[in-house]
């Protein structure tokens, strides 16, 4: 998924007669919104890395969603890749995969989440997956709770490990600095 101003289409969710957000698929101008609210949810995470990982989403085939309030503000977002490897608890490949979900502070408890959530699935739908994937970190009791909440379920818990090599053996590996410091 690029972002580009090709048709874009607009999900409307209605929950408990609260306002229905607008969720629209992220455009070029949404850029500099997406990254103030990626620093939000990952403030300690280095700008090298918040790019790193903006591009790669954009190369996967997937989809970046946006949250906006009645006066056009964006105010959410949700980011979901098409993984293409191993996803723990999948049967299907690619699977998507929802690599972030967030909203503002001020707009949290309004239905403007779950009207994120209808509509990635709504988008996973439309494209023929039968599944979504997604992880939390262990720490984050409030995320696996809404995760459980909203019908996922947990497939496995566990500590990811990484071993730095000497640079004779990762002699055809690029170090980018910035990368390491998260």
């Given at each position: ?39 939000s949810l990952w403030p300690h995470c280095s700008d090298g890395k918040h790019d790193l990982e903006m591009g790669q989403l954009l ?124």
């Open positions: 998924m690029a972002l580009s101003p090709t048709a874009v289409p607009q999900f409307h969710v209605r929950h408990n007669n609260m306002p229905v957000p607008r969720i629209r698929q992220a455009q070029p101008d949404d850029k500099g919104f997406w990254l103030h609210l990626r620093r190369k996967s085939g997937g989809v970046v969603l946006v949250a906006e309030d009645g006066q056009g503000k964006v105010i959410g977002f949700a980011e979901v890749s098409l993984r293409r490897d191993h996803v723990d608890g999948a049967s299907i490949s690619p699977v998507p995969y929802l690599e972030a979900w967030f909203v503002e502070a001020a707009f949290r408890k309004q239905g403007v989440g779950r009207s994120l959530m209808d509509a990635v699935e709504k988008w996973a739908t439309s494209r023929g997956y039968t599944e979504l994937a997604s992880d939390a970190e262990l720490e984050n009791a409030r995320g696996i709770r809404l995760h459980k909440r909203l019908g996922f379920a947990e497939i496995d818990r566990n500590v990811t490990f990484l071993k730095r090599l000497s640079s004779r053996t990762a002699r055809n590996v690029e170090h980018d600095p910035t990368l390491a410091s998260d």
